[in-house]
C-alpha cells in the first residue's frame, strides 16, 4: 500500500478515481490524449489504460512498470433501444436480439481477455517490467470495492430506492457478491 501513497495516477471516470484514492494514490482525471506528455513531464506518476491504449499511445516511452490487470476490469459494448421502439418490436425479434446479445457478450469478453494478454505481452516486449497484484493487494482492492467503489457509485446513481441501485442489487450483486443496503453500506454475500 505504502507504493501507492500520494501517486499521481490518471484515471478516466470516477469509479476507478475511488478505488484509486482508496488506495492511497492521487487520482487524477485528464484526457487521454494529455496522459503521455503529463507522464513525460512527470505531472503523472502512472495511469490505468487497457494494454492496447498504452501500446497505441506509446506510454512504453514515459513509463518503464506495468501492473495488473486490474480485477474487474472489462471490456463492454452495449445495443440499446428506446422502450417505446423495444416495445414496437414483435416477439420473436426481441427474443432473437437478447439471444444474440448473450452471445455478443461471450464473444466480447473472449476477445477482450485475448486482447489484454496479446496486449500485455507486447509491452513486456517493448520493455516494461510487469508484476501483478499480489494476494494481499487484491484483498485490499476487494475491500475498496465494498467500502468506497460500489457504495460511492450507488450514492452518485440516486441512492437504494434508485431504479439503477435496485437493477444492480436484482443483476449484478449476484455475480459480484455485493448488496447495495437501505443505508447506503454495501455486503458482501
Known sequence: MEDFSDVKTRSHSTVPSDLIATLGADPQTMAFADVYPALERGVLDGGVTCGSCGIGQK????TDYLT?????????TFITFNSEEW???PADLQAIIKEEGVK????????????DLESEQELIDLGMT???????????????AQTAVVPNWA???????????????RVVAPIVRLTVEADGTVSRQ
Do not use: C
Not at 506510454?59 to 514515459?62: A, G, H, K, R
Not at 495488473?68 to 463492454?76: I, L, R, V, Y
Open 87 to 89: 416495445n414496437s418490436l
Open 68 to 76: 495488473g490487470p486490474m480485477p474487474g476490469s472489462f471490456a463492454q
Open 130 to 144: 510487469h508484476a501483478n497484484f499480489s494476494p494481499e493487494m487484491l484483498a485490499i482492492m476487494k475491500d475498496a
Open 59 to 62: 506510454w512504453t516511452e514515459v
Open 104 to 115: 455478443h457478450t461471450a464473444r466480447a469478453k473472449a476477445s477482450a481477455l485475448k486482447s
Open 155 to 169: 450514492e452518485r446513481a440516486g441512492g437504494f430506492e434508485s431504479e439503477a441501485v435496485q437493477l444492480y442489487n
